[in-house]
């Protein structure tokens, strides 16, 4: 787009503010604005996410919640001008280029989510019968991931001269299915504790919790930005997809990344259930399980090399997520021994 068509634009949606802007600049998604008002940010976001995205907005701040770089509202209140079937919003330009200890930071980010998740808390009804049916579900899925990988084993074995992805596959084989064992384990120590329970807990979660998603301003203060795909759901639901990311890469025993963790649950401890769910998740295999079923099906199609690659890949997850899941379970039973020694 020239120069000239976003300042059109953007002088046509930021009349709804009264801002004058004499300058833009585009930067990807987002078009940096130079005005007489000082320097924005005008970003834009699908109008499906749009309704969810000024409800967890609103909601947040009506709560008290002041960690999130501010979205200014326009004269009439709005917190988004519709535009060209386009939803777009307006918050100040908050610069992030002071250096910074990444510890810290990553400690400092999880402190935050923490405080997200703890104001935005609240209990809902669960039916019995529909975690019955997500217990009954998710279970035969994981029976059918485990017959798959014994299966497939076999017929590895039953050959003379086994080619590269499937001699790696049985190295790794054991490893995967106590990794499996451990998953199911955990979701029936999640049923037993919950199957009688009809509520859950749920909050408002960030949706694309990153590094580069947390912002800091010259005093120090930690923002979050991006809560386009902010929604309801389980706490975990920002964990999880955070740890994926932070966990790829070669083996590695990450304790700095349990201290994250353990720094979230300081300020917001996952119940006994919701413990036992996250562990589960966090030590299913999927990776390895998705790799060599599309090695599986793609017969004679597949590049021999690419998949022993990415299997070793997802090997090296599947190591740093169990380094991570046997820590926080040796963490959580020695808390458990110490509770029940001072109860004596």
């Not at 078009?31 to 967890?56: E, S, T």
């Not at 217990?135 to 899925?141: G, L, M, P, R, W």
């Amino acid at each position: 787009m020239r120069e000239s068509d976003s300042l059109k634009k953007a002088i046509k949606i930021l009349e709804s503010y009264r801002i004058e802007p004499y300058f833009v600049e585009e930067m990807g998604k987002i078009q940096k604005v130079y005005a007489k008002q000082g320097v924005f940010v005008l970003k834009k976001i699908n109008p499906l996410h749009g309704m969810d995205f000024i409800r967890n907005i609103q909601a947040l701040y009506q709560k008290g919640y002041n960690r999130i770089v501010p979205i200014y509202p326009t004269l009439d209140g709005r917190y988004a001008v519709l535009y060209e079937n386009t939803l777009y919003y307006l918050m100040p330009w908050v610069s992030s280029e002071e250096k910074r200890d990444p510890f810290e930071s990553q400690q400092q980010l999880f402190r935050e989510l923490a405080r997200l998740h703890s104001i935005s808390a609240r209990e809902i009804k669960v039916k019995k019968e529909e975690r019955t049916a997500h217990y009954e579900k998710t279970v035969k899925e994981l029976e059918q991931e485990e017959e798959f990988l014994d299966e497939f084993l076999e017929a590895c074995e039953r050959k003379i001269y086994m080619s590269p992805f499937e001699l790696t596959f049985c190295t790794y084989y054991h490893t995967v299915k106590q990794a499996l064992f451990f998953s199911k384990q955990k979701l029936k120590e999640w049923h037993e504790e919950t199957k009688e329970k009809e509520k859950a807990r749920i909050v408002i979660v960030h949706g694309k919790m990153a590094s580069n998603h947390f912002v800091f301003d010259e005093k120090g203060y930690g923002y979050f930005i991006n809560f386009e795909e902010s929604r309801i759901g389980s706490p975990t639901h920002d964990l999880l997809p955070f740890l994926a990311r932070s966990l790829k890469g070669y083996l590695k025993q990450s304790e700095e990344v349990v201290e994250w963790l353990y720094m979230y649950f300081k300020y917001f401890p996952l119940k006994e259930d919701e413990m036992q769910l996250f562990l589960s998740y966090l030590a299913h295999p999927g990776n390895v399980i998705n790799t060599a079923q599309r090695f599986f099906q793609e017969g004679k199609k597949r590049n021999e090399q690419q998949v022993v690659q990415k299997l070793q890949r997802d090997y090296w997850y599947l190591k740093n997520t169990e380094y991570l899941v046997f820590r926080i379970d040796e963490i959580e039973k020695k808390k458990k021994q110490e509770e029940a020694a001072q109860q004596d």
